[in-house]
């Protein structure tokens, strides 16, 4: 009964998405359209560290990875869309699958810094192969089919990728698979003792997180019609990760929230003050001493404490 009526919520929340540019407003359509975006690079962060309780700062190198592979195959080769978007995806993720090799024989702040150096090497790449990549000047001009051209047909594709991605890390995160994180994540030495391989799981969740990471970077690529050696930057890392530990990591849908309030607020705060930087430090102080688990934490205290009077 409870999925049945998030499968109806769900809906409800992608049809009232679907008339959003029934308002008039371009501006209203393209803040949606990137909430849409960071939704699904926080939700497929939230599987490596919600669900296995691996803390990553480098998820930026595989939204930059889907990006730049994206923006190349589409410009730079000509390939079509059904091909390019494709194959980038699959190429964020058989690289994070390869660095996630390495990464998950460590832990805990060991394999916290690894991903670090990993995404930095990234980084490094994008900003020396200034040939393929147009190094610190970035990748401009990212050529998308005509049919996309326009705002709102980007939003709806945007919306449909978006929405069977979400759909897709729904069945993988509820599935044995990801009851076996969960295990994980609670007790690595039990789960060990019961007969799950935590390296392999760990491993499989590392690339999962990294293809759906991939796909968010080859859309916000297309929509801002460039990639640039920022969005492979540790702070892009840094940022994600705030979005998911402010919705609430160990809620599927926490995340989501998550992005979308620290989007639309980082938005905001740039339009009238230069004081964004110091806003998001009180957020990060906020969820550290206040909202260890999130807005979705906030709301069931709230909801558990009104059904007490």
Known sequence: MPQRRYLIASAIVVLLLALMPLSGSRYAV?????????????LS????????????F????????????????LTTYGWPLVFAL????????????VVGYFCVRLTQIYFA???????MLVWGVAFKWKEVTGGDDGFTGIKVPAMLANHVSYFYFTLIVVTAGIAALWVICH???????????????RAGFIGIDTRRMRWAAFTVAGTFGGLAGALFGMYHRGMYIENAFWTESA????MALLGGIYSF?????????????????????????????LILLVIVLVLPDGLIGLVRRVTARGSKR
Do not use: K
């Open 30 to 42: 393209d803040l949606t359209t990137e909430v849409l975006i960071y939704s699904l690079f926080a």
């Open 86 to 97: 494709p194959v980038a995806v699959v190429l964020a993720g058989l690289v994070a699958a």
């Open 113 to 119: 810094m690894l991903t670090l150096a990993f995404a």
């Open 175 to 189: 599935s044995a698979f990801g009851l076996t994180l969960v295990a994980v994540r609670e007790n690595n030495v």
């Open 58 to 73: 480098g998820h930026a190198a595989y939204f930059a990875i889907g990006g730049y592979a994206c923006a190349i195959l």
């Open 45 to 56: 962060l939230n599987v490596l560290i919600g669900f296995t309780g691996n803390i990553s």
């Open 239 to 242: 940022q994600v990760l705030i």
């Open 253 to 281: 849908i926490g995340p989501i929230i998550g992005a979308t309030v620290l989007h639309l607020l980082q938005t905001f705060t740039n339009q009238y003050t230069p004081y964004w930087p110091t806003v998001l430090g």
